[in-house]
């Protein structure tokens, strides 16, 4: 499974993307509304930062307004997936962006037979809100079973879990055969986190400590290597 991070923050994308592990990125309306500065210039550096698929959202109610905004967006880079709400409107604006060959992200799908339509629309990524669900009691892992299972192994359209709330929520869309999950910064960090993990590196550093030889030794082994690089 693929790891977006869901901001509008270039700091966040930034820090996060340094780890290594980030194959995209998801906007929307609400996170980019909270950054100072151009959205275009967010969205393209966004881009730049991840080198993958960036999702930007389109605010307009009915086709014509989506598609419309959907080119402009797609236009602003290569990597930019354009993010239709789910609606009749949306599907028709999915359908017809996508027959343009521009990727559609069709978000705030809650059911196996929403999505049905959206990947029947053409949209490249299907995202289902799990935290959500989550929050009006309604099981999150259970429907996006019912969408991974409906939609089938040999599907076109990508499962994006989103409105990931902590880490469980990241392993179960693995689990349940997700594409893709994007999760804020706040859930990648806490994804982080183990105290066994913390307290095993003070224990190798300490016991390693116990042993200065092994210090020199290993400053040694450095040096030798950055001393044949540099002969190379
Ligand atoms: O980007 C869409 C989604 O991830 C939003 O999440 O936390 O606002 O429910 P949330």
Not at 41 to 59: F, H, K, Q, T, Y
Not at 195 to 223: C, H, N
């Amino acid at each position: 499974m693929k790891l977006f991070i869901d901001t509008g923050s270039v700091a966040e994308v930034e820090e996060i993307a340094a780890w290594g592990v980030l194959s995209g990125a998801t906007t929307n309306p609400t996170l980019l509304a909270k950054e100072p500065g151009d959205p275009a210039e967010i969205i393209a550096r966004i881009c730049e930062l991840v080198d993958g698929p960036v999702s930007a959202e389109v605010v307009s109610d009915e086709t014509e307004g989506m598609v419309t905004e959907g080119r402009a967006l797609a236009g602003l880079h290569r990597h930019v997936v354009v993010k239709v709400p789910f609606s009749e409107a949306g599907l028709a604006a999915t359908r017809e962006l996508a027959s343009d060959g521009i990727r559609v992200n069709m978000t705030l799908v809650f059911s196996a037979a929403q999505a049905l339509l959206a990947a029947e629309a053409g949209a490249t990524y299907v995202s289902c809100f799990m935290g959500r669900l989550d929050d009006i009691a309604v099981d999150a892992g259970a429907v996006l079973e019912e969408i991974v299972e409906a939609l089938g192994p040999d599907r076109e359209a990508q499962v994006l879990a989103a409105s990931l709330r902590h880490p469980m929520h990241a392993v179960t869309a693995a689990r349940l055969g997700c594409e893709v999950a994007t999760a804020p910064g706040k859930v990648l960090r806490a994804m982080l986190a183990h105290p066994l993990t913390d307290q095993g590196i003070e224990r190798f550093a300490a016991d390693w400590r116990s042993r200065p030889e092994f210090g020199e030794w290993l400053q040694g082994l450095v040096a030798q290597g950055a001393a044949t690089a540099g002969t190379r």
